[in-house]
């Protein structure tokens, strides 16, 4: 066995909350910080234990060594590690808004990290927030010769992300949940508003422990249901295309003389209030309609760029993007902008069946986009009976020029559309819907329906334009409860939708 490690323990508070009206986290009048140093002098004494931050917290760190510096890269961090670390044996890595990291963990951990003489030892299963990461000293060189480009930032992941990279140049160890939870895509940490609130929910619950948080968080989905992270927008009405697959067509209007779209003032007011209500967002405006067809798309650029805290996803067809508007989104957001060319295929006789006209310009827009976007332009296609056979070489064509492709699952619409999928994804056990936890979808005229399927507008929820936020919220919330106990509406009975996730 190895002997004795000399520990030293390092809190990451480099990243302020995203929203920092509703900081910092309390609850019974501790801060998560205060929490985490708690756990940290359980592990160690003040003079192990180093902050790393931009600025100096309003948390007491007496006795507590604090690195402070404007500017934070991946390679800054692993410089800064590599200086404190010394004459250290293993270092304990954490965040500083992970009020519930669990020091009985961190022991085993700890033990195990010592008895298999591991360089390296994480937790997976565990919701994101209860375990630290540990490694050796002497592995932060290797690390720091892992790194690949400049002015990389810092992610929660780094560490395991560069260790991937050689992986079997490391020993690993690993503690492995009593169940997976990763599928409820959790992270119980402070930087966001609906992390915020889902800490504070488990702390309602007065958790004994690790094992504790874990009975709450399998037992009671009310928990786990915040604020939406996903606000799906439809700005106009038009479409190009008449497609097979997609049951716009079906709504009874000409989509493709269509003029109707959402007044500017209507999509700011739609914005303003989903960051009133959730903080950081993802806003996308591709409901239904395409979007280039909006009278002044720039102008919505211009809304979102009002926020910070808000990232915007344009899906597409390709079709009616000029390069001068192409180019001034990219002057107004950068790369707060993801755009998703949906290609549908790669066979210029089959998008033509499928989809109708447009097969080259919607190619030479997808290239257009990733000159000006590369690192947040995806390529998608539908994966669905008639595109089974060249989805490989759909994959194996664009993967030459992007890592970044997507392929759709079909969707039915609940019924609505001919079943044409391939295989069936679907959980062996069905959970609530992702979409009525963490979704929440707007029509032009401010209308917000149950989900995207809802299409014939019969499970509406209210109207944004007209009502609080929180009310329709709280009202999609009544549905989600009714998922968890098993009970589903019409809309809902046959749909396989509700295991695929947006944001």
Excluded at 155 to 166: M, Y
Excluded at 175 to 184: F, G, I, N, S, T
Aim: proline share 6%; aromatic share 10%; net charge negative.
């Amino acid at each position: 066995m190895r002997r004795n490690m000399k520990l030293l323990l390092v809190i990451n508070s480099i990243q302020p909350p995203l929203t920092p009206e509703d900081s910092p986290y309390r609850y019974r009048n501790h801060t998560a910080l205060e929490r985490v140093l708690a756990y940290a002098l359980q592990i160690v004494p003040k003079e192990s234990i180093v902050l790393l931050a931009k600025a100096p917290p309003t948390e007491s760190l007496e006795g507590i060594r604090s690195i402070l510096r404007q500017e934070w890269t991946l390679e800054t961090l692993l410089q800064v590690l590599r200086e404190v670390s010394s004459g250290y044996d293993t270092l304990v890595y954490v965040y500083g808004d992970c009020p519930f990291l669990d020091i009985s963990l961190t022991r085993k951990m700890l033990e195990n990290h010592k008895r298999y003489f591991a360089d390296y030892t994480f937790s997976d299963g565990y919701p994101y927030g209860l375990t630290p990461e540990i490694l050796e000293t002497r592995i932060l060189d290797a690390l720091e010769r892992l790194v690949d480009k400049p002015l990389q930032p810092i992610k929660r992941d780094t560490l395991f992300t560069l260790i991937s990279k050689d992986i079997n140049s490391f020993d690993l160890e690993t503690e492995l949940a009593p169940v997976d939870l990763r599928y409820l895509r959790l992270s119980l940490t402070t930087d966001t508003k609906r992390n915020r609130l889902l800490c504070l929910a488990i702390d309602r619950e007065n958790p004994t422990g690790w094992e504790g948080i874990l009975s709450i968080l399998q037992s009671k989905p009310e928990v786990l249901r915040t604020v939406p992270a996903y606000l799906s927008v439809q700005i106009t009405e038009r479409c190009p295309h008449l497609c097979t697959f997609c049951p716009y067509p079906t709504v009874g209007k000409d989509i493709l003389r269509a003029e109707g779209s959402m007044p500017l003032e209507d999509f700011s007011r739609v914005v303003k209030e989903g960051v009133r209500l959730c903080g950081d967002l993802v806003v996308g405006v591709s409901l239904w309609g395409e979007p280039s067809y909006y009278p002044d798309f720039p102008a919505l650029c211009e809304v979102i760029s009002d926020y910070p805290e808000v990232q915007l996803v344009v899906e597409t067809s390709g079709i009616g993007w000029s390069e001068s508007v192409l180019e001034r989104t990219k002057q107004i957001l950068g790369d707060r902008i993801t755009w998703i060319a949906d290609l549908v295929t790669d066979r210029k006789d089959w998008y033509a069946s499928l989809r109708g006209e447009g097969f080259e310009e919607s190619r030479r827009t997808m290239e257009k986009l990733l000159t000006l976007f590369p690192e947040t332009s995806y390529v998608q296609a539908v994966r669905m009976e008639e595109t089974e056979e060249g989805l490989e070489q759909f994959y194996r064509s664009w993967k030459e020029r992007t890592p970044h492709i997507i392929i759709q699952k079909y969707d039915w619409f609940a019924g609505l559309l001919p079943q044409r999928k391939v295989t069936d994804l679907s959980p062996l056990h069905r959970f609530p819907c992702w979409h009525l936890k963490r979704d929440l979808y707007v029509l032009l005229d401010g209308s917000v329906p149950l989900c995207r399927e809802d299409l014939k507008k019969e499970h509406l929820a209210g109207n944004i334009l007209h009502q609080p936020i929180e009310e329709i919220w709280e009202q999609m919330g009544k549905v989600y409860l009714d998922h968890a106990q098993g009970n589903y509406p019409s809309l809902c009975e046959n749909c396989d939708e509700y295991y695929t996730f947006n944001f």
